[in-house]
DNA sequence: GGGTGTGAACATCTTCACAGCA
DNA sequence: TGCTGTGAAGATGTTCACACCC
């Protein structure tokens, strides 16, 4: 089945394209700011602008919400961040497990941009037992043994690993088998789930080569422009090049995650 | 040809797709496995599988670098790693430097994803004095003040920024001023910098917002369809759903960047 | 005038399907 | 026969430009 996009918008505002959706977290950043700084209304020149876009982009996503802005005058800033809010699903409690307490399991563990934003650290969980116990952010980390009894106690349907490439899978399927649909990956690996669960991944040396590319993409274009691209000297003065990058966080594919074997 | 009308995007003259240069570190990672289990050839099919894409995809991509397959049998793993990894830019050094060495920046500093694709951490930098000195991943870090000095000194042209949002805009200017013109920021801030300057940036909290979408629209696939989607019960049983996201982590041109209070 | 909302043009990315070579 | 490489179709995303409303 894998139904696929045979799926029927019973209202069509179910309809809003990915890359509109990956946005709006960064819209409600810019409004969130706004909102602390009294500012009752906003256009969307500035607010694209607060956000890193530009305002054709935002107002056509926007138009994917609805008509929630004034003609002439421009968006109201609570109002826009109770429906932005609402679209993502942050008007509730999303309690959310983090696998792996290492160095980057702490910092996601210490991170305020959860507890603002409607993610509740409902646990932290190594497989460490000199971990057990011990608080991280406050919070006591549990043993890998608890991960199902959490996972169905507090609801959770969230999680996060941080774990070493090797144990990432293991962790998975215990999470995915506990209850867990959504799951973000830190881990070097590419994880395989049954259809109906989402897997974002963030690898950060990933986003390193992606600059290197282009780092030597500008040093190149002082010199070779054919083949030849093996030697750069570091301290080139700055060229100009437009900087328009933008994609990768992705994961499955849609049906087929065959029984991969990752290192 | 060219593009009669406004500015030329980046994608000239050798002309690799984005979509494609950030999935190359994804074939990488795979083919470096498969070359440590001294795998021979690999075929697309197994590749695309072992990278989490599919063949016809994979192909597409490897069609713009060149014709390094073998029809009938696929493609050589050595010879494959060696040329993404050429026209990735990873067969050269780059050194980088880590300013803001909190929890993120530490497991930033010990993460081997590094190291092993040619990135060489040259500096670690925080501006609390009492962190100078102190070793972290066996480099000692310094401070703040010596940042331009150390960039200057180690040709440091890609610069990685784990500081509170806060400091982030003021010393994404300072590691421009010094010579980086490759940024990737882990504040939660839109760096505004000047043309020429490559900024990819990774949100912790974007990802979970996006995660949490998703997870909310398979929720509300049960019942509500209209607008009530206030009350859900986490321990919904999953159920199927299409899942491919795939985009963010862009950082636009655009400056004028207020002040953004973090979290 | 000012600024949203949006159809239509354009650009990019993905998938299909098959020709062509080992 | 098996698998790559790729033109062409299709889907998705972005930008333009202007109608329309405050």
């Known amino acids: 089945m894998a139904t696929g996009r045979t799926h029927r918008p019973a209202t069509r505002s179910r309809g809003i394209p990915e890359a509109t959706v990956a946005r709006l977290p960064l819209y409600l950043r810019a409004l969130t700011a706004l909102s602390e700084r009294s500012v009752p209304t906003v256009s969307s020149e500035e ?11 935002l ?8 008509s929630y802005g004034t003609r002439g005058v421009g968006y109201d ?4 961040v109770y429906q932005i809010s609402r679209e993502l699903g942050l008007t509730q409690d999303w309690p959310v ?9 702490a910092a996601l563990a210490n991170y305020g941009g959860f507890a603002s934003r409607g993610f509740r650290v409902a646990a932290l969980i190594d497989a460490d037992p000199a971990m057990a116990g011990k608080p991280v952010a406050g919070i006591p980390v549990q043993h890998t043994d608890e991960l199902e009894k959490i996972v169905q106690d507090e609801g959770v349907s969230i999680g996060v690993i941080a774990t070493p490439a090797g144990a990432a899978q293991q962790v998975c399927e215990r999470l995915v088998a506990a209850g867990v649909t959504s799951i973000l990956n830190f881990a070097p690996t590419v994880l395989s789930v049954p259809d109906g669960v989402d897997v974002r ?9 992606i600059l ?3 780092e030597q993409r500008k040093a190149g274009e002082l010199a070779a422009a054919g083949t030849a691209a093996s ?4 301290a080139v003065s700055r060229r100009s090049a ?5 994609p990768v966080a992705d994961q499955g594919p849609d049906g087929d995650v065959p029984a991969v074997m990752p290192t």
């Open 47 to 57: 607010l694209a602008a607060a956000a890193g876009v530009n305002s054709a982009k």
């Open 59 to 66: 107002r056509k996503d926007f138009s994917y919400l609805g």
């Open 77 to 80: 800033v609570e109002y826009l």
């Open 97 to 105: 497990v983090i696998v792996g307490i290492g160095n980057l399991g």
């Open 201 to 209: 991944k963030v690898d950060l040396s990933i986003e390193l080569q």
């Open 212 to 214: 290197a590319f282009h």
């Open 231 to 234: 030697h750069q000297e570091p």
């Open 242 to 246: 437009a900087v328009d990058q933008v």
